[in-house]
């Protein structure tokens, strides 16, 4: 299920035009503060301790620093997955 309510935001830009520079007004996700508003802490923090809590990611040391090795792939699927299971409920106010 898709995020309906997700923050959004209007901003001019520069882009190239035929005589040169022109400024165009550009909507894109406000993503300044997260996409909705969710409760307690980042959301990104939640969706990494999920996907790490599944066992999908290598664990190990770099150095002497605890380390994560993970599929980009496979976590993009995880996050997007849980983003629509957990914070459809949610919206910008």
């Known amino acids: 299920m898709p995020i309906e309510a997700k923050g959004r935001r209007r901003s001019p830009q520069p882009v190239p035009g035929g005589s040169g520079p022109e400024v165009r007004i550009v909507e894109s996700l406000d993503d300044s503060a997260g996409i ?14 999920a996907y790490l809590d599944t066992g999908r990611a290598k664990m190990g040391t770099v150095g002497r620093a605890r380390s994560e090795l993970l599929d980009s792939r496979d976590l993009v699927d995880f996050a997007v997955a849980w983003m629509a299971a ?4 949610y919206t910008r106010v």
């Open 36 to 49: 909705v508003d969710y409760p307690g802490e980042d959301y990104f923090a939640v969706i990494m301790r």
């Open 86 to 89: 957990h914070l459809a409920a």
